[in-house]
Structures are given as structure tokens and as C-alpha cells.
């Protein structure tokens, strides 16, 4: 049942007991969320988390959301939120706690955020803290907003080979029980529970335990077929022995580890939503990506959304649109890098009547000359190159996502003879030109970035970068929870927390010097 704070407070909370201690402190964050966290923060906007007239009263869920957010404000365990709620003043000031109160255990704070989870009430107080912006006017008319992504990195560690299919035994093994022969079980406990004690550094050594554990992978998987139980755990050994096991090597030598890295590879048996992914060729990050939205004027949070580090940032626009709109935030352009200049990214967005403002991806340098040197109109079709000649002839293909596509060919009789043929091509039927699907909003995309007011619209992009970074600093690019899901569930407290904190400077109802 739920439990609810009493409003009018108590002679012996710290902020009354202690009224000293706190003169000339009214601007902390700890403060404002003291005077002013019951108007963002309240017990009925989480009923639906608690069965309604069943059991004793819960712990006040208004009193849990706070320290969740003062905990993820500075960035420490559960432990020892609950040792601030119990020992630190400014914590109780903020929570309203008496002084003696020892208000929760911390296994409280895991029970509250799973109840969050199984409710979807974790992006409550983000979405709170926008429409209290709204109803204060605090946005213009014509909302900014700023799109960009940060890695996350995974809070489990990333595997070897040899250890993810242990591991993934070990899982399947597990949960078969007694479905296994005793003998098959003891195998799996000599081989799985432990790393494997062989000279690692011998090579036929190693390729010779490999063997031993995709032979068992192989009757495990057999001994649990069909069992639609298991299906989980079986999915996840089939896929780790697919992507990082080669059966029939060239050299004949039984199985041997795959080279190169697979698409979509899992790194983590106890995280399998935890995927490689790259910023750029030296930023590399194991585990999630965060995406995020904020606006311009108010630099306010309005959306975040999570996925594997290895997936594009282009797709998740529109959905971070989507999320502001639905909090009544307007809208109606969106700065970004180049990862949301593509056309599908451009066609989503505008379907909520959003502009987006973002230079295109420039063609991969080739030594030669790029689509961009070409003049190419997507409607006659026709295209013509640097040294002056047109092409007009066109055969169909597709794209990488199967559509349609025209392609644009000079031919062997037009580039054979051409002075910039080495500058040009290698193919001895000519130049040819495919055109993107999207290929006339892409033009006219790039022929407005090139105006003096986009290039100067653009350079304000850099405002999400420090909300990016202030967002680090309250532990928003390292997972503190397992699993695609719950580390959502982090952003979103995080993004709700940061909301929190730039109301209390901008909104008048809050009048008083930035928290700290």
C-alpha cells in the first residue's frame, strides 16, 4: 500500500532542529530540493507502483525518488546513500529526516528502482521537470533542440573467447538442472566452473580446450533441444559459438578461433546486451551509448533513450523528438552532427513537422574523385563530371537496405580517352555514379549548410557537449546496472537529476543563485 509524506513537516526534521546550521545556505542543491522538491517530487505520481489498499504502508516513494537522485547527483552506492540518509545533514535536510531517523535499508533503494522498472515510472520526474518548464513558460515558442550521443561503458567485464563459452556452458548448464545426464553435468563442472589449467601460452594447447568446449557446447545444446524453457540460454551459446568459432578451419586442425570480429559480436555473458563500439578509430567503448536531446535556450534535458554501443545514432532521433513532444515541449528544429545527416534520419524526424539541421556524411576518401566533385541532378537524371562530360545512361540496383537506387554510367567510350581517367576511375567500363535513395533531400540538404547562417546555427551544437559532460560527472558514462533496460533506467534518473538542477537556476519560482 502506499505510503505518503507528511506534508507539514516536523519540529524535529534538521532543517527546524538545527536552523544555525544551515543560515546563509539556501542555495545548495541539497536546500532547494528541501524547499522545493515536493512540487517536482510527489508520492501519487508513483501509486500505480503500489498495490492500492493491500499491506502496510510502503516508505513514502517521494522520499526513495529523492535519494535516488541525490545519490545519482553524487554518484555513490546504495550503501552508502543509505549511510547519507541516516548520517549526513544535508541529505536529511533534503529528505526532510529528522535527526535520529534511519529512514530505509539500503536493499530499499534496489526494491524501489525495480518497482520503477516493472511500472515504467522511472522517466517520471524527467518528464515532471518539463512540464513544470512548460506551465513556467520557461521555453520559446520555436524550441532547439540538440541531438548527440556519449558511450557508456558496460558494468561487466568483457570476455575472452575461451570465457564467454564457459561462461554460456556454465548459464545453459544451470538452468537444465537435472535435464543433464550426472555425467554431462560433472563435465561441465570440470571444464566451466574454472578457468581451464593449461599452458595458455601454448597455442596447440589452447586450440586443443577450445575443441573440448565446443564439443560440450555441441551436446549441451543437443541435450536441451526443443526445450522451449531454455530457449534464452541456448540462443545466447549458439550465438557466441557461431561468432567467435570457426568448425572446419582451412588448416584441418579441429576448431579454431575465427579471425576478424563478428557483427553484432556479445562480449559478455553476464551482460549480453553489451556490445563494442566506436566514437572513432581510437575511442573505443564496451557496452551501451547514450543518446540524448536538449534545448538550446534552456539547456533542460527532454529526452534520452539507450541502445548497444555498436548502433547508429541517426535512428534514435526521432524518437528523442518524439519523447519532447509528448511532454508538450515545441519543437520544431534539431541540431546535429553529421550521424543525423543521412536522409533516413532526415524523412523520420521531419514526420513530426521537425526540421533537422546537420551536415551530410562526406563519401569516404578514395584518392580519386568522390560524388562530390560531380554535378548530379536527381531528376532528369544526369550527372557531369570534372572534366566536363555528361552521363545520362542509368541501370537500377539497390541499396543496403534494399530499396531501389539509380545509378549513372559515363561508360568505357566517354573515360577512355578522358586526361583524368587515373584521377578518376580504375574500372574499364567507366565511371559510374549510384544515387542515394533521399538523393534530392541530400542535395538540397548541402547546398543549405553551405549558407553563412546554417554554418553559424551549426556552431552552437556544441552546447549539448557540456550537458554531456556535466551528465559524466554525475556518472552518466558509466553503467551502474546490467542489462539494456536498467541502464535506461540510469539515464533517465540522471537526465532527471540534471533537469532538477537547472530549474532550480532558471526558474523564478525558484528564485536564487545556481545550486552547487
Not at 576478424?260 to 556490445?275: E, L, N, T, W, Y
Not at 541501370?395 to 559515363?410: E, I, M, N, Q, Y
Request: with cysteine.
Amino acid at each position: 500500500m502506499l505510503g505518503t509524506v507528511d506534508r507539514q513537516g516536523s519540529l524535529l526534521g534538521v532543517d527546524s532542529l538545527l536552523s544555525k546550521l544551515f543560515e546563509g545556505d539556501d542555495s545548495s542543491f541539497y536546500a532547494r530540493v528541501a524547499a522545493h522538491g515536493d512540487s517536482l517530487i510527489r508520492d501519487e505520481d508513483f501509486a500505480d507502483c503500489y498495490a492500492a489498499g493491500m499491506g502496510r504502508p510502503s516508505i513514502p516513494p517521494s522520499l526513495l525518488m529523492k535519494t535516488v537522485l541525490l545519490q545519482m547527483r553524487d554518484d555513490v552506492s546504495d550503501r552508502e546513500a543509505a549511510r547519507r540518509a541516516a548520517k549526513d545533514l544535508d541529505w536529511k535536510r533534503a529528505l526532510g529526516l529528522e535527526a535520529d531517523d534511519v529512514a530505509f535499508h539500503h536493499t530499499s533503494l534496489s526494491v524501489f528502482r525495480s518497482r520503477l522498472l516493472v511500472n515504467d515510472g522511472d522517466e517520471r520526474v524527467l518528464r515532471a521537470t518539463l512540464e513544470r518548464a512548460v506551465e513556467a513558460g520557461l521555453f520559446p515558442k520555436k524550441v532547439l533542440g540538440i541531438v548527440d550521443s556519449t558511450g557508456v561503458m558496460g558494468a561487466a567485464a568483457v570476455a575472452d573467447t575461451y570465457t564467454l563459452l564457459r561462461q554460456a556452458i556454465a548459464k545453459l548448464g544451470t538452468a537444465a538442472g537435472d535435464r543433464l545426464t550426472k555425467r554431462m553435468r560433472r563435465t561441465i563442472n570440470r571444464l566451466c566452473v574454472n578457468k581451464a589449467r593449461i599452458d595458455w601460452a601454448d597455442a596447440s594447447a589452447r586450440r586443443r580446450h577450445l575443441g573440448e568446449l565446443v564439443e560440450l557446447a555441441k551436446a549441451v545444446l543437443a541435450a536441451t533441444a526443443g526445450d522451449e524453457d531454455l530457449a534464452e540460454a541456448r540462443d545466447l551459446l549458439v550465438h557466441i559459438v557461431d561468432q567467435d568459432v570457426d568448425n572446419e578451419p582451412a588448416d584441418g586442425g579441429g576448431p579454431g578461433i575465427r579471425q576478424g570480429v563478428a557483427r553484432d559480436r556479445v562480449i559478455s555473458v553476464v551482460d549480453p546486451d553489451m556490445r563494442h563500439g566506436r566514437k572513432s578509430s581510437s575511442r573505443r567503448v564496451d557496452g551501451y551509448k547514450g543518446h540524448l536531446i536538449t534545448d538550446h535556450d534552456t539547456e533542460l534535458v527532454l529526452g534520452v533513450a539507450v541502445t548497444a554501443a555498436n548502433d547508429p545514432d541517426g535512428p534514435e532521433a526521432a524518437g528523442l523528438v518524439a519523447q519532447a513532444k509528448d511532454a508538450g515541449v515545441p519543437v520544431t528544429e534539431v541540431l546535429g552532427d553529421t550521424a543525423y545527416g543521412d536522409g533516413d534520419t532526415r524523412v523520420a524526424v521531419e514526420k513530426a513537422d521537425v526540421k533537422v539541421t546537420a551536415k551530410t556524411q562526406l563519401p569516404a576518401p578514395t584518392g580519386r574523385f568522390t560524388k562530390n566533385d560531380f554535378t548530379v541532378d536527381p531528376e532528369a537524371p544526369s550527372a557531369v563530371c570534372p572534366a566536363g562530360q555528361v552521363a545520362t545512361h542509368t541501370t537500377r540496383s539497390r541499396d543496403h537496405k534494399g530499396r531501389p537506387v539509380t545509378v549513372l554510367w559515363f561508360g568505357p567510350e566517354v573515360c577512355g580517352a578522358c586526361p583524368l581517367r587515373e584521377r578518376c576511375t580504375t574500372n574499364p567500363d567507366g565511371r559510374s555514379i549510384t544515387l542515394n535513395f533521399h538523393e534530392a533531400r541530400l542535395q538540397a540538404a548541402r547546398a543549405e549548410q553551405l549558407r553563412p547562417s546554417t554554418r553559424r546555427k551549426l556552431r552552437r551544437r556544441a552546447i549539448v557537449e557540456r550537458k554531456l559532460a556535466e551528465g559524466k560527472r554525475h556518472g552518466m558514462g558509466k553503467a551502474r546496472y546490467r542489462g539494456i533496460r536498467k541502464v535506461l533506467l540510469q539515464q533517465r534518473l540522471v537526465a532527471g537529476m540534471l533537469n532538477i538542477k537547472r530549474l532550480f537556476a532558471i526558474d523564478p519560482a525558484f528564485a536564487g543563485a545556481a545550486p552547487a
